[in-house]
Nanobody, 128 residues
Framework: QLQLVESGGDLVQPGESLRLSCADS????????IGWFRRAPGKEREGVSC????????NYADSVQERFTISRDNAKNMVYLQMNSLKPEDTGVYYC?????????????????????WGQGTQVTVSS
């Protein structure tokens, strides 16, 4: 079964950028839709972005639209979340999650129950 691992979290100042990565060392992610979620301190987990298994379908939360970009490189078995113009409200633990397997798997933004596999999370802190 999948074992997702997130990386790339860090402490940055407002306006800076980070790129998060999601990988699985044992199984291919090709047939999985991948979602990024975050849990801010004292808040519920929320969907940030997601990408279909083929990469042609992406979705973003309104709060990150135009600042975050999700992408995947199936040849490298990696999914990325490029986060630009970071704000203090982007602070939280970021998780990647996988829904599948299946062909042409579309992604469901923010639907926790749709995802079967979860990583342990990586901390993103945006503070001056």
């Amino acid at each position: 079964q999948l074992q997702l691992v997130e990386s790339g979290g860090d402490l940055v100042q407002p306006g800076e950028s980070l790129r998060l990565s999601c990988a699985d060392s044992g199984f291919t992610l090709d047939y999985y839709a991948i979602g990024w979620f975050r849990r801010a301190p004292g808040k519920e987990r929320e969907g940030v972005s997601c990408i279909s298994s083929e990469g042609g379908n992406t979705n973003y939360a309104d709060s990150v639209q135009e600042r975050f970009t999700i992408s995947r490189d199936n040849a490298k078995n990696m999914v990325y979340l490029q986060m630009n113009s970071l704000k203090p409200e982007d602070t939280g633990v970021y998780y990647c999650a996988a829904d599948g397997p299946g062909l042409f798997r579309l992604c469901v933004l923010g639907e926790v129950g749709a995802y079967d596999y979860w990583g342990q999370g990586t901390q993103v802190t945006v503070s001056s």
